[in-house]
Each structure stands twice: as C-alpha cells, then as structure tokens.
C-alpha cells in the first residue's frame, strides 16, 4: 500500500526566507504526486502535481516541487516567504488502480515570523 | 461560479442523532469523494465515486453511507454509528475521462461537531 511522511509537524520561518517542506512517498509504481495547501477552516488548494517529465514542476503563488526517484521524494520549495504563505501543506499520492484515490501525509504547518 | 459547495459550514449533531452532509458540483466531473479531517492530522478518504449509482468504501467507511443518484450531488449521512464523528469533512470531485492523472478539486469543508 502507497504510503506518504511529512517528517516535519511544524515549521517556522522568517517572512523572505527560504522555504523547504519535505514530503516522502512509498509506491509501486509511477507516483503521481500533488501538494496542497490549506488555510485553516477552508478547503484544500492545489498548489502543483507531478506526472511525469521534468522533475522540477511549477505551481502557484511562487511554489516549485522537485521529484527524486532515487529518494523517494518530493519536497516543497519557496524561495521567499511572505505572510500569507502561512497555512498546512499536505503532499499526497495518487493510487492509480483504486479511482485515484489520494494518500495524504500528516501535513505540516508553516508560521511566518515578520 | 463554477466549483464544488459544501453545505452546511457547521454542523452540530446530538448523540445517536444520523446527519446529512451535502456536497453539489457543477464541474461536471463523474468521480467524487469523501474525506475526514482530524485535528493536525491528514485527510482519511471515506467513500468515492467514479459514476452515478456506484460507490466503493474507502479507509475508514465505518459508520458512513453516501449515495450517488446525481453526477452533481454526493450526499454522506454520518449515523450513530459512528463512535467519534466530530471531525473536518472535506468533499472533492474528479474528472473521469480515462486520464488517471486528473486532479481532485476540493470543496471549502462542513465540520461537524457532535454535543
């Protein structure tokens, strides 16, 4: 079964600093792998996914996500945080032979220190 | 507008009370699904949909029912049943077109809260 750490529960920042969030995957196959974002009491936003070709994918508000096969990976990447980037990120795979069915990890909650 | 409504916002529920969450698209996408939220935690998928009149249990159907007689609606009924149901439920919708990597649209979320 696909499975899907986000090792780090929380994580602050300084507003303008670099941000990294990283995400783990376990699947059999070919992920198909999303990042998410929530703000808190609403729904999930897509930020970017990942199918297939270029591992570096571009997503909204300034995020990008690298694939690595050989780490299983697929870490979150903002070169400057602003204080609206605070919100909970989840990294989620898609299990291709079930409906599509996501897997989500735990999340984690980004602060932005002014 | 198009987009997925949730529906109510908040919901509070008595102790072996059933409850009706609603959940209405009109992207026209076939599959839909049902998530929990639990407090720090990820999202746990209920039930799904691929096509009218069909559905398949997820991780943790215990205590759910949904039904699908419409492409738009998605309703999930919370019975009593379920033994901790206060919780975050997020609904979602997919296109089925035989494209598995399509993505999943979220609505904004009914949290429920049983007294």
């Known amino acids: 079964a696909q499975s899907v750490t986000q090792p780090d529960i929380h994580i602050t920042v300084s507003e303008g600093a670099s941000l990294e969030l990283r995400c783990n995957y376990s699947?059999?196959?070919?992920?198909?792998l999303f990042w998410y974002v929530q703000s808190p009491g609403q729904g999930l936003q897509l930020l970017l996914k990942?199918?297939?070709?270029?591992?570096l994918v571009q997503g909204i508000k300034g995020f990008e996500a690298e694939f690595k096969r050989s780490q299983s990976s697929f870490n979150l990447r903002k070169p400057s945080v602003h204080w609206s980037d605070a919100a909970e990120y989840f990294c989620?795979?898609?299990?291709?032979?079930?409906?599509?069915?996501?897997?989500f990890g735990g999340g984690t909650r980004l602060m932005v220190k002014p | 507008d198009g987009g997925i409504t949730q529906s109510p916002k908040y919901l509070f529920r008595k102790e072996g009370q059933n409850v009706t969450l609603s959940c209405e698209q009109n992207?026209?996408?076939?599959?839909m699904y049902w998530y929990r939220q639990d407090p720090g935690q990820g999202l746990r998928l209920i039930y799904y949909?691929?096509?009218?009149?069909?559905?398949q249990k997820g991780d943790i159907a215990e205590g759910y029912s949904v039904s699908r007689e419409k492409k738009e609606s998605f309703p999930l009924t919370v019975t009593s049943a379920q033994k901790n149901p206060t919780a975050f439920y997020l609904c979602?919708?997919?296109?089925?077109?035989?494209?598995?990597?399509?993505?999943?649209?979220f609505g904004p979320g009914t949290r429920l809260t049983v007294l």
């Open positions: 992207l026209n996408h076939d599959a």
């Open positions: 989620a795979v898609a299990n291709n032979n079930a409906g599509n069915m996501l897997t």
């Open positions: 990942y199918f297939s070709g270029d591992t």
């Open positions: 979602a919708s997919r296109t089925s077109g035989g494209y598995s990597t399509d993505t999943q649209y």
């Open positions: 949909s691929q096509i009218v009149n069909d559905f």
């Open positions: 699947y059999g196959a070919t992920p198909y």
